[in-house]
C-alpha cells in the first residue's frame, strides 16, 4: 500500500479491482481547500483513460511487479517482438503498452519489462539512446556562432532538433523521455 501522494506516471496501481498505469499524476492544492492527486490513468485490460482524483491521504493498492530485462527484435504489423534474455521466449507486445518509446526502438535494444502475474504491463526504455541521424539539412559554414537548431530524421524516423554541426550519417544521443538532442555519441 502507498499514500495517493506517492503516486507517479508509470506507476501500476489497483483501484476497483482493476490493474491501471498512471500516465499524469499532480498535486493539486488550492487555497484553503483539501489538496489533492489529479491523476490520468490507463486500465491495463480494457485500454480506456480514465481521470480519477485521490485525497493525498487514500491508500493505494499496488501490486507485485517483477522487472525483467528484454531485448528488442522486430516489428510485425502492430505488435513488436520482444525476446526473454534469460529463457529466450518471443513474445508480441502491442504499441499501447509502449507508447511513444515505439519512436526510439531499433533492434537488438535491451529494454526493461514490468511483468506481472506472467503478463507485461509496461515497457521501459533506457533513459539515452545511440542513434544514427538518417537525414538533415546540409551544414552551414559558419553557422557555428549563431547555434541555430535544425530538424533530424534519425533511423527510427523521429524527428529530432540538433544543432546546425551534425551531419547525415553521425550518431548522436537522445534523452527517450523527452525527445531531445544530448550530445554527439562517442564511439
Do not use: W
Amino acid at each position: 500500500m502507498i499514500k495517493a501522494s506517492d503516486i507517479r506516471k508509470g506507476k501500476t496501481i489497483i483501484h476497483e479491482g482493476s490493474l491501471f498505469v498512471c500516465h499524469d499524476a499532480q498535486h493539486v492544492a488550492k487555497g484553503n481547500k483539501r489538496s489533492y492527486m489529479q491523476t490520468k490513468l490507463r486500465n491495463l485490460k480494457s485500454g480506456a483513460m480514465m481521470d480519477v482524483r485521490f485525497s493525498v491521504d487514500d491508500k493505494i493498492d499496488v501490486p507485485f511487479v517483477e522487472s525483467k530485462e528484454y531485448e528488442f527484435l522486430y516489428k510485425d504489423g502492430q505488435d513488436y517482438i520482444f525476446m526473454d534474455t534469460t529463457t529466450y521466449d518471443q513474445l508480441p507486445i502491442d504499441t499501447d503498452l509502449i507508447g511513444d518509446g515505439v519512436n526510439y526502438l531499433v533492434p537488438n535494444i535491451k529494454v526493461t519489462c514490468d511483468v506481472y502475474e506472467d503478463g507485461i504491463i509496461a515497457v521501459n526504455l533506457p533513459h539515452t539512446l545511440d542513434l544514427v541521424v538518417k537525414d538533415t539539412p546540409p551544414v552551414v559554414k559558419g553557422a557555428t556562432v549563431t547555434n541555430q537548431p535544425k530538424e533530424a530524421v534519425l533511423e527510427t524516423g523521429v524527428r529530432v532538433r540538433v544543432p546546425g554541426f551534425i551531419a547525415p550519417g553521425e550518431k548522436i544521443r537522445v534523452d527517450t523521455r523527452s525527445g531531445e538532442y544530448i550530445e554527439r555519441a562517442k564511439s
